[in-house]
């Protein structure tokens, strides 16, 4: 079997449908399977090296845009896009003319250019919808309707979570199937952990892009909340890539004018996330809405304690009290006091945490989740 990836426009391949599409790659040309990539970055490469991986990177533009701005620019440049995308999809057809794939795999709502190739060369596609969008990125997609045409045309359409297929198909009016991220779990299991609690400090980590959606805010009151309560032996560590400047000046103010410096550390320098989890306890989650919540599934995996909001794909990995703690999305009180419970019932936790690991090893691997992609494949060919 030959399967092409058409990996959606990202200038880092640690983003999380990134590290996906890495994931299933690798573990489709451990099988045997042929695998091309088109990448639409330049000089953008993933770390791959394998004798069945087949990397072209080939420039096109991504039809994301910010959500609000609706600017004759921003028009304009939308025009020059679609002009520009026509020639990269006769490019690209060209190139996979003579060794032409048997399916198409889309990854990531991007732009609808892997579509176009695949219907050029009568090849079946599938859609892989990894995203809310709007909901978790605060973006949306220029003229969609002709990609949403795009999409109800694909052989099938995957989401990574019941929150994505239920907005999608009330859009799409398609049936789509669910397909559960998976992660390699020999990357993010640590054996040599340090036990739960085992220090007077309970060290709680927040690792993703550091940006509205991803609530570090909402963290951060909570941390508040605690002190001004009288418990102080909780420090509050951040990791993500400042994207946003004005949402990371808020945070910093934020942080200086309560004198919470002794309890929060705010970083983007990240070496080895793994180093980093082995010395926390509990990992929260506190995004407005998660499409799936691949740092969820790492964070049980890598033996920490999970406490995540309530909402989107959080909500359906996450069973409160049994392998995880939930709290209410939109109040910092509400996430204090599950730390607070924490503290105050420790060995529940721990059990609840050993729940969460067993969740992240038995329903999330990688191999399980290109089994059920390739069972896809075989059902559509």
Known sequence: MHVCFFSHYSKTHKNGASLSLINIAKEMANRGIKVTIIIPNKDFRFPINHKNIKMINIPMFSKRTKINDYSIQNNVKEIVKIAYNTIVVRKVSKILKDNKPDIIHI?????????RVAKSLNVPYIWHIRQLLEEDFGIRLHNNNKIYQMLEDADSVIAVSRTVKEKFEKKLGKEIEIIYNGIPLDEYVINNKK????????????????????????????????????????????????????YVKEIKEYIKRFGLNDYIQISDHVNDLREIRKAHDI???????????RVTIETMASGMLVIGANTGGTLEIIKDHKNGYLYNQGDPESLAEKIKYIINNKKEAISVKNNGYRTALEKYSISQNVDRIIHLYKRIL
């Open 107 to 115: 990854n990531g709502l991007d732009s609808s250019v892997g579509a």
């Open 283 to 293: 990992g929260l989650i506190c995004s407005r809405k998660e499409a799936f919540g």
């Open 195 to 246: 036990p739960l609690f085992s220090q007077e400090t309970i060290n709680i980590l927040l690792a993703g892009r550091i940006v509205e959606q991803k609530g570090q805010l909402e963290a951060i009151k909570a941390i508040k909340y605690l002190v001004d309560n009288a418990i102080w032996n909780v420090k509050l560590t951040i990791i993500g890539s400042m994207q946003d400047n004005v």
